[in-house]
Nanobody, 123 residues
Framework: QVQLVESGGGLVQAGASLRLSCAASGGSFSDYAVGWFRQTPGKTREFVGGISGNSGTWYFADSVKGRFTISMDNSKNTVYLRMNSLLREDTARYYC????????????????WGQGTQVAVSS
């Protein structure tokens, strides 16, 4: 059973950067596709970006392309989401999730989820 724990959220001003971490136990990220999603109250969970543990390829939603990057540290079994040039509309609870390959943008395709970390961006 894979367990995921996110960290790194917080309150920042628009234009700032944050790095979220997703640490895994009970499994190796190199065997999974890892996605980051975000959700605000009353809205459905939205795909932000993801990375293939096998190939290292990544994919981002248009809303964050050019601002967010994703990386995987296999030695720490941790995936990072680096968020630059944050906007107010990036405010949400961010979740990481893992599934068997391949990477998917669909939240229901993911088997394992973390508890989320809150990101708030003020103007």
């Amino acid at each position: 059973q894979v367990q995921l724990v996110e960290s790194g959220g917080g309150l920042v001003q628009a234009g700032a950067s944050l790095r979220l971490s997703c640490a895994a136990s009970g499994g190796s990220f190199s065997d999974y596709a890892v996605g980051w999603f975000r959700q605000t109250p009353g809205k459905t969970r939205e795909f932000v970006g993801g990375i293939s543990g096998n190939s290292g390829t990544w994919y981002f939603a248009d809303s964050v392309k050019g601002r967010f990057t994703i990386s995987m540290d296999n030695s720490k079994n941790t995936v990072y989401l680096r968020m630059n040039s944050l906007l107010r509309e990036d405010t949400a609870r961010y979740y990481c999730a893992a599934k068997s390959e391949p990477l998917s943008t669909v939240s229901r395709a993911y088997s394992y989820w973390g508890q989320g970390t809150q990101v708030a961006v003020s103007s």
